[in-house]
C-alpha cells in the first residue's frame, strides 16, 4: 500500500488553508453530534517517526472541546507489568466510552512492527497478532466503535531532513532518538514491513488512510477529511445490525441442563478428606503457577442459591491470598456500560503468575442482558462468538481459562431461598430480584443451553458442577483446578 | 514501642486453636456487619522479613468471604510511573471501597523504612513523609475508615533461623532475597528506624499493633483479635462526628464576591493579539515543563454558564494535547461515592512532566455536596482543612496548583442561559438542574465565599476570573497559568 501510494495533489495555501478551517469547524460540530448519537470514536495515528503525527494532532483537535476527547500516548515496547497481560491489553484498557474520542499516538500497530524490523518476532508470532488486531477492531466496530486509522508516511529523504533538522536545534535535540535514525537507515527494510502490515489489517471495518505527510498542514488537511467524513457514515450507520459470523471453533458437545443427572453425592468422610489432600495440591501449584508467570482465570455462572459462593470459597482457602483476586461482577455502573461490554472483564486480568476468579462473567451479555433486553438481539446474538474470541486470546496468551456451571434444579433453589429469607444471617444474600428471576426459569434455561452449546470451545470448555449436593460440587471443582493447572504447570 | 516491646504468654496449643477457630468465625461475622454498615476496613501487614506475614494473613481471611475483601501487594520501591506522582500516591489509589476489606502487604511504611535504613531519605524528607502518612491515615479515619496496622516482630536471631530455612529449600529459596540477609544483618539499624517509624505515626485515629511473631499460630491469633476488637468499635462509632481542625496554613486576604467589580473589559485587537502571545508563551513553557517533570494541576470553578469551558480550550489550545488532559467532573459514580471523597481526584492526578484540568474540582464538597445534603454537616465543615492538606501534599510534590473561581453575576446567567435554551447548538449546555441551582444563589454565595476564604492558602491560592467579558477573563487565565509555570520553571 505504501509501495504504490498515489498521492494527491496538494490544493494550494490559501485553498488548504479554508478547507481546514472548513473542517476543524466541522469537527467541532461532528464532536456534538458523536456525544449525542454516543458513539465512541478511536483515532489511531501510526506512521514514521518525525512524520509530525504530533503537530497533525494539535491541529486536528483544534476546535475541539477538551472536555470530550483524550490522548493516549502509548511506547512502542509495553512495561513490565504490561507484558504480563495478551498483547491486546494495554489498548482495551484504553477504549473510549460512547460519545467520546480518544486519540492514540501510535497504537497497536508500532508494537508489532517495531519488533518486526528488528527481528525480535517471530512469522508465527506475527499472524498471531495480526489475527487478534483484526478480531479487535471488528469486534470494536460491530459494538458501534468508530475506528479511524491513519498513517502517516513521508519520504526516506525528507525524514532524513526532518531528523537532523531537530536534531541540531538544542531545543528540539531531546525529541529525536537512535531509534528515529535506525529507521531512517533501514526505511526500505521498515518499508516493506510497515506495507505488509497496513495490507494485513486493512479490512473494511477499519480501513487505513495514508497519509501524504510531505507538508504538515496538508496532513492535517487530509486527516480531517477522512475523520469527518467517517464520522459521517458512523453516526448515519449506528443502528445498523452487525454481521453474525459463523462459528470457527472446534465445540465440544455438552448435554442439555435438563438431561443432567443432579443425584451424585459426597459422603461427608470422603469429602473431608479429598478436600484437604486437594487443598495441599493446590498450595503447592499456586506456587508454581506463580513461578512459572502463568495467568490464571477461573470463571463461576450459575443459578441464583446454586452455591457458587461456597465453592469459590473452598478454592480460595488453598491459595495464597496475595496471589488471587475474586471478583463480584453485578451490573455495570455508568463508565463500564458506556464502553464495549468485555472492557470491564479486559481490566480484571490477572497478570502473569495470579488467579482471577470471577463470580459471574462475561456470560451475563447472553443471559441477564439478552433475557431483560439490556442489548439488542443482534449484540448477544454476535456475542458467543465474540466472547470465544475473547477467551481464545486469554488461552493463546498462556492462560489457563476454567469455566464452571453450577447447577441445581428448581425445587432445590426454591428451599435454599425459604431458606435464606428465614435466616436472619442469610437474608442479605436474597432479594427481590432473585425471585423475580425465579419466574424465569424456563426462558433462563433455554439461554443457558444456548450458551454451554455455543461456547463449549475446545480450548476453553464448560464444566457442569451438579450442586444439589454442595460437597460433591466443591470437590469436582477443586479437582478439576488441580488438573488443569497440573497440565499447565506441567506436573 | 520495639525496644520494649512486652510479649503477652503465648496459650497453650489447645487453647490457641479453639481460641483462632473462635475469632475466624467472629471476623466472618463481622465482615458482614462490616459490609453492612458499609464500614471501609484498611489493613496493614508490616514488620521483619520472614516474620511470616503472608502465612499469618492467609489463616486470618480464612474464613472469610473472598468476594468481599482485596489484598495489596506492594513493594518497597515505586515503579518508574508511580515514582512520578506524589509520594501517597500509589497508596491513595488503591484504598477499599465501604464495605470492604483491604489488606496491605506493606504499604506506605515499607517504603519509607526502606529508604530510611539505606541512608537514601534526608531528616527533611522523612519528616515530610511522617507528616504526610500521619494526615492520610487521619484524613481516612474521620471519613470512616478503620485503618489497623500491624507490625510483626521477630527477634534477630529467630529471623536468621527463618531464612535460613527457607533459602536452604530448593523450594521456597526463590522467596528470600540479598535485601532480606541484609535486614538481618542490620538488624540494630533496621530496629533503631523501625521503632522511630512506629513511635512517630503511632496516632490515636490508627494506633500500631505490634504482634508478637515468634510463631505463626499465635501471630495470627493476635491480630484476629486486634482487628475483630478494632472493627467492633468502628461500628460502634460509626456515626461520630470526627474533631474539626484549627487552620494551621497560612491564608490570604480574598474578597468577598459581592466586592469584585465586574465590569472589566478587553477590546478586540488587545485581545487578539494577546491570546496569540500569550498562547505562543505557553506552548513553549509546556515544553520545559515536560523535560523538567514539573506535575501541573489546573483546577476550575465557578457559576454555571459562567464561562469554564471556553476559558479551558483557550489554554489547551495552546498545549501538545500528548501532554495534557481535561477532566470534566460530574456527580460521582458508585465506585467513586463509595470511597474518601478525594479518591476520584487522586486516581486523576497527572504525572510529573503533565498537565491536569479538572472542569469542577474536589470543592463540590463544600458547595453542592454540602447543599445538597450529600455528605454530613461535619463533612463538610472538615473538608476546608483535608482538601488544604490535600493541596499541601500535591505542592510538596514539586506541583503547580492553580486554581480559579470563574465568577459572573446572576443577570449575566440569566442571559446566557435564555441563549442556550434559544439556541439549538448550545441546548445540551443547559439542564433543569441549572435553573434549580439558579435558584439556590443566595446559598451558594455564601458557601462560596466560605470556600474561598477558607481555602485561599499561601501555597494553592484563588484566582478570579472576572467573566462577564469572556475575553477578558481568558487572557486573565492564561497570564496567571504562563507566570506560574515560569515560576515554577525558573523562567
Redesign the interface.
Known amino acids: 500500500m505504501l509501495k504504490d501510494f498515489a498521492r494527491a495533489s496538494r490544493p494550494d495555501k490559501a485553498e488548504l488553508k479554508a478547507r481546514t478551517e472548513a473542517e476543524q469547524a466541522k469537527l467541532a460540530?461532528n464532536q456534538?453530534r458523536v456525544?449525542?448519537a454516543k458513539v465512541p470514536v478511536m483515532v489511531i495515528f501510526e506512521g514514521w517517526g518525525a512524520a509530525s503525527k504530533?503537530s497533525a494532532?494539535?491541529r486536528v483537535?483544534?476546535d475541539m472541546?477538551?472536555?470530550?476527547f483524550?490522548?493516549a500516548?502509548l511506547d512502542a515496547k509495553p512495561?513490565?507489568?504490561e507484558s504480563r497481560r495478551p498483547f491486546l491489553w494495554r489498548y482495551m484498557v484504553e477504549i473510549p466510552e460512547a460519545g467520546q474520542f480518544k486519540?492514540f499516538?501510535t497504537c497497536w500497530m508500532e508494537e508489532v512492527t517495531y519488533g518486526r524490523v528488528r527481528g525480535e518476532l517471530s512469522d508465527e508470532d506475527y499472524e498471531k497478532r495480526i489475527d487478534s488486531i483484526n478480531t479487535a477492531e471488528r469486534q470494536l466496530v460491530d459494538n458501534g466503535y468508530l475506528v479511524m486509522k491513519f498513517f502517516f508516511h513521508v519520504s526516506k529523504k525528507e525524514q532524513r531532513r526532518r531528523l537532523e533538522t531537530l536534531r541540531d536545534n538544542p531545543?528540539t535535540a531531546?525529541r529525536v532518538d537512535k531509534e528515529d535514525f535506525w529507521e531512517n537507515d533501514h526505511y526500505e527494510d521498515c518499508m516493506q514491513v510497515y506495507d505488509r502490515y497496513l495490507r494485513d489489517t486493512n479490512r473494511s471495518s477499519a480501513p487505513w488512510y495514508i497519509i501524504d505527510a510531505r507538508d504538515r498542514n496538508w496532513a492535517t488537511l487530509q486527516v480531517l477529511e477522512y475523520l469527518n467524513m467517517g464520522i459521517d457514515v458512523a453516526i448515519h450507520n449506528r443502528d445498523v445490525a452487525a454481521p453474525l459470523r459463523q462459528n470457527v471453533f472446534r465445540l465440544r458437545k455438552i448435554p442439555l441442563l435438563a438431561d443432567i443427572p443432579l443425584d451424585k453425592t459426597m459422603e461427608d468422610e470422603e469429602y473431608h478428606e479429598e478436600l484437604k489432600r486437594l487443598r495441599t495440591r493446590l498450595d503447592e501449584l499456586h506456587?508454581v503457577v506463580y513461578?512459572k508467570h502463568v495467568p490464571v482465570i477461573i470463571a463461576y455462572e450459575g443459578w441464583d442459591a446454586a452455591g457458587k459462593?461456597g465453592n469459590?470459597?473452598r478454592i480460595?482457602?488453598a491459595l495464597?491470598?496475595?496471589g488471587?483476586?475474586?471478583?463480584?461482577i453485578a451490573s455495570p455502573?455508568?463508565?463500564e456500560k458506556a464502553r464495549h461490554y468485555l472492557w470491564r472483564f479486559w481490566k480484571r486480568l490477572p497478570k502473569s503468575g495470579h488467579i482471577a476468579?470471577f463470580?459471574r462473567t462475561w456470560y451475563g451479555r447472553v443471559m441477564v442482558e439478552r433475557l431483560e433486553g439490556f442489548c439488542s438481539e443482534n449484540d448477544w446474538r454476535r456475542a458467543y462468538n465474540e466472547i470465544n474470541e475473547f477467551e481464545k486470546e486469554l488461552v493463546d496468551d498462556g492462560a489457563v481459562v476454567i469455566k464452571f456451571w453450577v447447577q441445581i434444579d428448581q425445587q432445590t433453589q426454591l428451599e435454599r431461598f425459604t431458606d435464606r429469607q428465614n435466616t436472619p444471617?442469610k437474608q442479605?444474600k436474597i432479594t427481590e430480584e432473585d425471585w423475580r428471576n425465579r419466574e424465569k426459569w424456563d426462558e433462563y434455561e433455554d439461554a443457558i443451553n444456548e450458551m454451554l452449546r455455543k461456547t463449549n470451545t475446545s480450548f476453553a470448555p464448560w464444566h457442569v458442577l451438579e450442586s444439589v449436593d454442595k460437597h460433591y460440587a466443591r470437590i469436582k471443582a477443586l479437582r478439576i483446578v488441580v488438573e488443569e493447572l497440573e497440565k499447565a504447570c506441567g506436573r
Chains 1, 2 share one sequence.
Open positions: 460540530a456534538m456525544k449525542e504530533g494532532l494539535a483537535i483544534k472541546d477538551p472536555r470530550f483524550e490522548v500516548t512495561t513490565e507489568e486519540f499516538d531545543d531531546w506456587n513461578r459462593g469459590i470459597k480460595t482457602s495464597d491470598p496475595r488471587y483476586r475474586v471478583y463480584p455502573e455508568p463508565h476468579i463470580d444471617e442479605w
